[in-house]
């Protein structure tokens, strides 16, 4: 009977310990390839806009109180499970009400504490949200994005410089900005919802039929990147990928040239489309 408890209560002990380190080992190592650098632990995303660094900046504050709570609630849990577990077999659990002072503190400090992070993390948000959404600075050019099922179509400003014009540049599920440009965009739909997002900008906006919604991005890194609708808008949904190019003035010069003028150009992707769909049904077209 003895021999029974004494085995059961070593193989809690193991538990708990196996337990805890592993919960050690996982914060430890989050933290390792969280914090020491900000591209690495956005899986390696660059920061492709102006204020790429802020939205990582407040997803940095977030994990870092958040993960300091976490490590500390955790090392109090395990803590009071070791100190207050059971030492001899018949000993009964004990009832606590937790209405004394000196147990209630355990539940008003920290909570001021947390209510002062939360302080902490709605200034920074709101900062962030005022740059990123509400100030619209000035624009340099403007874009059109409209989206349906299901692709993206873009409306570029031709030689001019100015969208609306008989030069303008439209292209479907291709985007080519000019670096160091602050860029409005007027977004609109044609069917249902969708959401526009640039991972690279960390930008994603709601797409909504009937109206233009206005916003702005600034790339400062030349590159390819990734365009994505981020809203279930349908069965082709996950077809809805398009590429972005950031140029330097030198290349975008050199792209606006080798496209003609006002016309209504096909994307690369957009004609393997074509072609695949002619290939499937060779009867129509
Ligand atoms: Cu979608």
């Known amino acids: 009977m003895n021999k029974d408890k004494d085995s059961s209560s070593a193989t809690s002990h193991v538990l708990f310990v196996v337990t805890a380190t592993t919960c050690v080992l996982f914060a430890i190592s989050a933290f390792y390839f969280i914090l020491p650098n900000r591209e690495t632990w956005m899986m390696d995303l ?14 940095g504050l977030i994990t870092f109180l958040v993960g300091f ?11 009071l499970i070791f100190r207050f577990r059971r030492k001899t077999p018949d000993q009964k659990a004990e009832y606590v009400t937790g209405e004394e002072p000196h147990q209630k503190r355990w539940v008003t400090i920290p909570h001021i504490l947390v209510i002062i992070c939360d302080i902490v993390l709605i200034f920074g948000t709101v900062y962030v949200w005022y740059k990123v959404k509400q100030d619209l600075p000035p624009a340099q050019a403007t874009i059109r994005v409209v989206g349906q099922q299901w692709a ?10 100015k969208l609306g014009s008989e030069d303008d540049i439209t292209l479907v599920d291709e985007l080519h900005l000019k670096a160091n440009t602050v860029y409005h965009f007027k977004l609109e739909s044609k069917d249902v919802l969708h959401s526009f997002s640039i991972p690279a900008f960390r930008i994603k906006q709601d797409s909504v039929p009937g109206r233009t919604i206005t ?21 082709g949904h996950g077809l809805m990928k398009s590429d972005l190019y950031v140029h330097s003035p030198k290349s975008y010069e050199r792209w606006l040239k080798q496209i003609s003028p006002g016309e209504q150009a096909l994307a690369p992707r957009e004609q393997e489309n074509q072609i695949a769909l002619n290939r499937r049904n060779p009867g129509k077209r």
């Open 152 to 161: 993206w179509t873009f409306e570029h400003p031709g030689p001019d410089g």
């Open 46 to 59: 660059p920061q492709a806009s102006s204020y790429a660094g802020h939205i990582d900046g407040l997803f």
């Open 215 to 235: 916003g702005w991005f600034e790339a400062i890194k030349e590159g390819e990147y990734d365009i994505q609708c981020a809203e279930m808008c349908g069965a």
């Open 69 to 79: 709570w976490f490590i500390v609630s955790e090392a109090v849990f395990f803590y």
